[in-house]
């Protein structure tokens, strides 16, 4: 019996080894030719496909969401729009990135705008976490972050009218806009897909910085 023991624990470490280096080669042989996203050689391609089938085989393919959430490609940010009586606008964009341009039309960002203006250099979730959180939070349409939007609609704008104290008078209301920012990867480039108005409920505000035009109709809970 000692000799069929021996020959046991010498055959599964032979197995398990054996194991090992068919698997290290094959998760080596996948991440090698897989940094070529259609390999041109055919011996190329039956090895890359070998060694996925291996590593499915064996439930050890290594995706990305096993060490984190997927990297997303699309984000929103908000833009408060401050709409005087004469029609113009000012667009307050985040306050960690640089100021929007001088944008003309009905929307502070023009979804028919082309060329260098719709690829203006968007640095979505880059800088301080803490206000890109907040940020984030104010972009949600879902009804229960209106709260969270019509705070965030106010503070912006109260900081603005502390630097212009002569416009408060000029102010006909003061909106809230969401930009669709698009990541680049994946065939797309930075840019801003579109934009849309948010509601927020400027009537639960105590202190909204002018009085409510009662009339707009994202002015809503």
Known sequence: MVWLSRIWRWASGLFV???VVVYLAALLLHNTFNIHEHPQDDTLRMLDGNSQRLLSATGTTQRWNMFA???GTLSYTPIVVIVFKDGSRVALHSIVEPELPNWEGATPIPNEVEGDARLYAWCFHIADGRIRKYESRAA?????WRGIRTNFTRWRAEAWLREN????????????WRAKVRHPGYGHELCCE?????????????HWP????????????
């Open 17 to 19: 080894g054996a194991f």
């Open 69 to 71: 959430p997927n990297v």
């Open 140 to 144: 949600n349409a879902e009804p229960a």
């Open 165 to 176: 104290p002569g416009r408060r008078a000029d102010i006909a209301r003061i909106e809230l």
């Open 194 to 206: 579109s934009v849309e108005l948010l509601p927020i409920f400027p009537q639960a505000e105590t």
């Open 210 to 221: 002018v009085k409510v035009d009662y009339t707009f109709p994202f002015y809503r809970p």
